[in-house]
């Protein structure tokens, strides 16, 4: 009823859930690269499902031989770094399945890669999951995280950069 009150200006962009599960803090990531935000502000989510999927609409930047995080740029530019777990990179891919590659074109919802959740849960140190706005230093822009708890892939929106 009230939608249209509250319309998104051109100045704003906002960044959807890359995977269901629920929120958390930045400062709440047990790793003081995320939770001291050195590479960027941002938020993190603990993932209820092995899913990630496109949280704007863009490019893949960078997938690593490891396949346990994405880089991603959208198409105003804002670039953002999807880490799955905490020392995932240990794994070496196993239990990850990446379903893009560099310089792949993204729409809202699509699937980035698939993890097995059981098994990142048993093998890493975390499975709270960075979503990091790595070149929001260069900017005037502020990133305003949403009050949800519970969050949907693709659906709800979890950062407004504005």
Known sequence: ????????TK?????????????????????PVFSEKMMGEGIAIIPSEGKVVAPVQGEVVHVPDTLHAVGIKSEAGTELLVHIGLETVGLKGEGFTAKVKQGDKINVGDE?????????????????TPII????????????????TKVMAGETVILTIS
Do not use: C
């Not at 704003?12 to 709440?28: H, N, R, W």
């Not at 980035?112 to 709270?128: G, R, T």
């Not at 260069?138 to 995280?145: G, I, N, R, V, Y």
């Open 11 to 31: 100045d704003e962009e906002v960044i959807y859930a890359p995977m269901s599960g629920e929120k958390a803090a930045l400062e709440d990531v047990p790793d």
């Open 112 to 128: 980035l890669i698939s993890f097995d959740l059981d098994y990142i849960k048993e093998h890493a140190d975390a499975i709270i």
């Open 1 to 8: 009823m009230f939608k249209n009150l509250f319309k998104k």
């Open 133 to 148: 706005w790595t070149n929001g230093q260069d900017s005037e822009k502020q990133l305003s995280p949403t009050d949800e």
